[in-house]
T-cell receptor, first 114, second 114 residues
Framework: KAGVTQTPRYLIKTRGQQVTLSCSPI?????VSWYQQTPGQGLQFLFE???????NKGNFPGRFSGRQFSNSRSEMNVSTLELGDSALYLC?????????????FGPGTRLTVL | GNSVTQMEGPVTLSEEAFLTINCTYT??????LFWYVQYPGEGLQLLLK?????DKGSNKGFEATYRKETTSFHLEKGSVQVSDSAVYFC?????????????FGKGTHLIIQP
Protein backbone atom coordinates (compact mmCIF):
# COMPACT_ATOMS: atom_id res chain seq x y z
CA LYS A 1 0.00 0.00 0.00
CA ALA A 2 1.46 3.35 -0.96
CA GLY A 3 2.18 5.79 1.84
CA VAL A 4 1.26 9.44 2.14
CA THR A 5 2.76 11.46 -0.67
CA GLN A 6 3.44 15.17 -0.73
CA THR A 7 4.34 17.39 -3.65
CA PRO A 8 6.50 19.22 -4.23
CA ARG A 9 9.23 18.10 -1.86
CA TYR A 10 11.10 21.40 -1.99
CA LEU A 11 9.94 24.89 -2.81
CA ILE A 12 11.57 28.30 -2.83
CA LYS A 13 9.41 31.41 -2.87
CA THR A 14 9.84 35.11 -2.17
CA ARG A 15 8.00 37.26 0.34
CA GLY A 16 4.55 38.27 -0.74
CA GLN A 17 4.01 35.34 -3.06
CA GLN A 18 1.54 32.55 -2.45
CA VAL A 19 2.10 28.81 -2.48
CA THR A 20 0.02 25.66 -2.77
CA LEU A 21 1.13 22.32 -1.35
CA SER A 22 -0.46 19.00 -2.17
CA CYS A 23 -1.03 15.83 -0.16
CA SER A 24 -2.32 12.44 -1.26
CA PRO A 25 -3.40 10.26 1.67
CA ILE A 26 -3.14 6.51 2.00
CA UNK A 27 -5.88 4.81 0.02
CA UNK A 28 -9.02 4.52 2.14
CA UNK A 29 -8.01 7.22 4.59
CA UNK A 30 -10.54 10.03 4.77
CA UNK A 31 -8.90 12.36 7.27
CA VAL A 32 -6.00 14.61 6.35
CA SER A 33 -4.15 16.83 8.81
CA TRP A 34 -1.50 19.46 8.14
CA TYR A 35 1.37 20.51 10.40
CA GLN A 36 4.13 23.08 10.33
CA GLN A 37 7.52 22.04 11.71
CA THR A 38 10.17 24.63 12.59
CA PRO A 39 13.25 24.46 14.82
CA GLY A 40 11.86 27.15 17.13
CA GLN A 41 8.20 26.21 17.45
CA GLY A 42 8.41 22.49 16.81
CA LEU A 43 5.46 20.66 15.30
CA GLN A 44 2.29 22.75 15.19
CA PHE A 45 -1.14 21.67 14.05
CA LEU A 46 -2.59 23.71 11.19
CA PHE A 47 -5.92 22.08 10.31
CA GLU A 48 -7.68 18.80 9.67
CA UNK A 49 -10.11 17.84 6.91
CA UNK A 50 -12.56 14.99 6.76
CA UNK A 51 -14.98 14.36 3.90
CA UNK A 52 -14.14 17.73 2.35
CA UNK A 53 -14.97 19.60 5.57
CA UNK A 54 -12.57 21.32 7.92
CA UNK A 55 -13.18 19.73 11.32
CA ASN A 56 -10.39 21.22 13.32
CA LYS A 57 -8.15 24.25 13.08
CA GLY A 58 -5.01 25.31 14.89
CA ASN A 59 -3.92 28.79 15.88
CA PHE A 60 -2.62 30.14 12.58
CA PRO A 61 -3.55 33.33 10.71
CA GLY A 62 -6.08 33.32 7.90
CA ARG A 63 -3.25 33.37 5.33
CA PHE A 64 -3.11 29.63 5.88
CA SER A 65 -5.99 27.77 4.29
CA GLY A 66 -6.73 24.36 2.95
CA ARG A 67 -9.24 22.20 1.21
CA GLN A 68 -9.99 18.57 0.59
CA PHE A 69 -11.33 16.99 -2.56
CA SER A 70 -13.81 14.16 -2.96
CA ASN A 71 -10.97 11.65 -3.43
CA SER A 72 -9.56 12.77 -0.03
CA ARG A 73 -6.55 14.48 -1.58
CA SER A 74 -5.83 17.76 0.14
CA GLU A 75 -4.13 21.03 -0.60
CA MET A 76 -2.97 23.80 1.65
CA ASN A 77 -2.37 27.35 0.55
CA VAL A 78 -0.34 30.09 2.12
CA SER A 79 -0.91 33.58 0.79
CA THR A 80 1.29 36.66 1.18
CA LEU A 81 4.29 34.63 2.30
CA GLU A 82 6.46 35.89 5.15
CA LEU A 83 10.02 34.90 6.03
CA GLY A 84 8.68 33.15 9.12
CA ASP A 85 6.66 30.77 6.97
CA SER A 86 9.87 28.94 6.05
CA ALA A 87 9.31 25.47 7.46
CA LEU A 88 8.75 21.81 6.79
CA TYR A 89 5.06 21.25 6.11
CA LEU A 90 3.87 17.78 6.99
CA CYS A 91 0.68 16.09 5.96
CA UNK A 92 -0.77 13.10 7.77
CA UNK A 93 -3.69 10.83 6.98
CA UNK A 94 -5.79 8.55 9.14
CA UNK A 95 -8.79 6.27 8.85
CA UNK A 96 -10.80 8.29 11.35
CA UNK A 97 -13.96 7.06 12.95
CA UNK A 98 -12.04 4.91 15.43
CA UNK A 99 -11.55 5.44 19.13
CA UNK A 100 -7.97 6.43 18.43
CA UNK A 101 -6.61 7.32 15.06
CA UNK A 102 -3.01 6.61 14.20
CA UNK A 103 -1.74 9.29 11.90
CA UNK A 104 0.55 8.33 9.02
CA PHE A 105 2.89 11.09 7.96
CA GLY A 106 4.26 12.02 4.58
CA PRO A 107 7.88 13.09 3.97
CA GLY A 108 6.96 16.78 4.01
CA THR A 109 7.42 19.77 1.75
CA ARG A 110 10.36 22.01 2.63
CA LEU A 111 9.33 25.62 1.98
CA THR A 112 11.96 28.34 1.94
CA VAL A 113 10.82 31.96 1.78
CA LEU A 114 13.43 34.48 0.66
CA GLY B 1 -7.08 23.19 23.63
CA ASN B 2 -4.97 20.34 24.87
CA SER B 3 -1.26 20.82 25.46
CA VAL B 4 1.81 18.73 26.19
CA THR B 5 5.16 19.43 27.80
CA GLN B 6 8.17 17.19 27.34
CA MET B 7 11.77 17.44 28.33
CA GLU B 8 13.90 18.92 25.59
CA GLY B 9 17.27 17.65 24.64
CA PRO B 10 19.56 16.80 23.42
CA VAL B 11 19.78 13.81 25.69
CA THR B 12 23.05 11.91 25.30
CA LEU B 13 23.40 8.39 26.69
CA SER B 14 25.78 5.50 26.32
CA GLU B 15 24.63 2.27 24.72
CA GLU B 16 22.77 -0.05 27.15
CA ALA B 17 21.84 2.83 29.46
CA PHE B 18 18.33 3.26 30.87
CA LEU B 19 16.21 5.90 29.18
CA THR B 20 13.41 8.07 30.50
CA ILE B 21 11.88 10.94 28.56
CA ASN B 22 9.32 12.86 30.59
CA CYS B 23 5.98 13.96 29.16
CA THR B 24 3.09 15.67 30.95
CA TYR B 25 -0.14 16.87 29.42
CA THR B 26 -3.11 19.12 30.00
CA UNK B 27 -6.39 17.98 28.53
CA UNK B 28 -10.12 17.83 28.94
CA UNK B 29 -11.18 14.31 29.77
CA UNK B 30 -8.96 11.33 29.12
CA UNK B 31 -7.68 11.46 25.55
CA UNK B 32 -5.49 8.90 23.83
CA LEU B 33 -1.77 9.53 24.22
CA PHE B 34 1.00 8.88 21.71
CA TRP B 35 4.74 8.78 21.26
CA TYR B 36 6.02 9.45 17.75
CA VAL B 37 9.59 9.07 16.56
CA GLN B 38 11.53 10.73 13.76
CA TYR B 39 14.67 8.81 12.77
CA PRO B 40 17.38 10.68 10.83
CA GLY B 41 16.33 11.09 7.22
CA GLU B 42 12.95 9.45 7.79
CA GLY B 43 9.39 10.61 8.30
CA LEU B 44 7.51 10.82 11.55
CA GLN B 45 6.08 7.48 12.66
CA LEU B 46 4.03 6.19 15.56
CA LEU B 47 6.11 4.45 18.23
CA LEU B 48 3.41 3.52 20.74
CA LYS B 49 0.05 4.62 22.09
CA UNK B 50 -2.28 4.25 25.07
CA UNK B 51 -6.00 4.86 24.84
CA UNK B 52 -7.14 4.92 28.46
CA UNK B 53 -5.87 5.46 31.98
CA UNK B 54 -3.39 2.85 33.29
CA ASP B 55 -2.87 1.46 29.80
CA LYS B 56 0.73 0.64 28.92
CA GLY B 57 1.83 1.13 25.35
CA SER B 58 4.89 -0.77 24.16
CA ASN B 59 6.92 -1.25 20.99
CA LYS B 60 10.56 -1.98 20.09
CA GLY B 61 11.46 -2.26 23.79
CA PHE B 62 9.98 1.15 24.62
CA GLU B 63 7.15 1.49 27.13
CA ALA B 64 4.93 4.29 28.40
CA THR B 65 2.12 4.14 30.97
CA TYR B 66 -0.91 6.46 30.90
CA ARG B 67 -1.01 8.02 34.40
CA LYS B 68 -4.12 10.15 34.87
CA GLU B 69 -3.26 11.01 38.48
CA THR B 70 -0.07 12.73 37.43
CA THR B 71 -1.22 13.53 33.84
CA SER B 72 1.96 11.93 32.56
CA PHE B 73 3.05 9.55 29.81
CA HIS B 74 6.79 9.08 30.30
CA LEU B 75 8.72 7.07 27.73
CA GLU B 76 11.15 4.42 29.02
CA LYS B 77 13.54 1.84 27.66
CA GLY B 78 15.69 -0.45 29.72
CA SER B 79 18.71 -0.67 27.42
CA VAL B 80 19.12 1.77 24.54
CA GLN B 81 20.98 1.06 21.32
CA VAL B 82 22.74 3.32 18.87
CA SER B 83 19.87 2.71 16.46
CA ASP B 84 17.50 4.44 18.92
CA SER B 85 19.10 7.78 18.15
CA ALA B 86 16.22 9.93 16.92
CA VAL B 87 13.83 12.71 17.90
CA TYR B 88 10.93 11.61 20.09
CA PHE B 89 7.61 13.48 20.32
CA CYS B 90 4.86 13.08 22.88
CA UNK B 91 1.40 13.88 21.47
CA UNK B 92 -2.32 13.91 22.17
CA UNK B 93 -5.40 15.02 20.23
CA UNK B 94 -5.47 18.74 19.53
CA UNK B 95 -9.02 18.90 20.86
CA UNK B 96 -11.90 16.63 21.71
CA UNK B 97 -15.01 15.99 19.68
CA UNK B 98 -13.71 13.16 17.55
CA UNK B 99 -11.77 15.28 15.08
CA UNK B 100 -8.28 14.15 14.19
CA UNK B 101 -5.17 16.27 14.45
CA UNK B 102 -2.57 16.16 17.19
CA UNK B 103 -0.74 18.58 19.42
CA PHE B 104 2.91 17.68 19.93
CA GLY B 105 5.59 18.38 22.49
CA LYS B 106 8.71 20.21 21.32
CA GLY B 107 10.55 16.94 20.79
CA THR B 108 13.49 15.33 22.54
CA HIS B 109 16.62 14.68 20.51
CA LEU B 110 18.17 11.44 21.77
CA ILE B 111 21.78 10.64 20.96
CA ILE B 112 23.15 7.20 21.85
CA GLN B 113 26.91 6.81 21.87
CA PRO B 114 28.55 3.40 21.38
Amino acid sequence: KAGVTQTPRYLIKTRGQQVTLSCSPISGHRSVSWYQQTPGQGLQFLFEYFSETQRNKGNFPGRFSGRQFSNSRSEMNVSTLELGDSALYLCASSLSGQEYNEQFFGPGTRLTVL
Amino acid sequence: GNSVTQMEGPVTLSEEAFLTINCTYTATGYPSLFWYVQYPGEGLQLLLKATKADDKGSNKGFEATYRKETTSFHLEKGSVQVSDSAVYFCALPYSGGGADGLTFGKGTHLIIQP
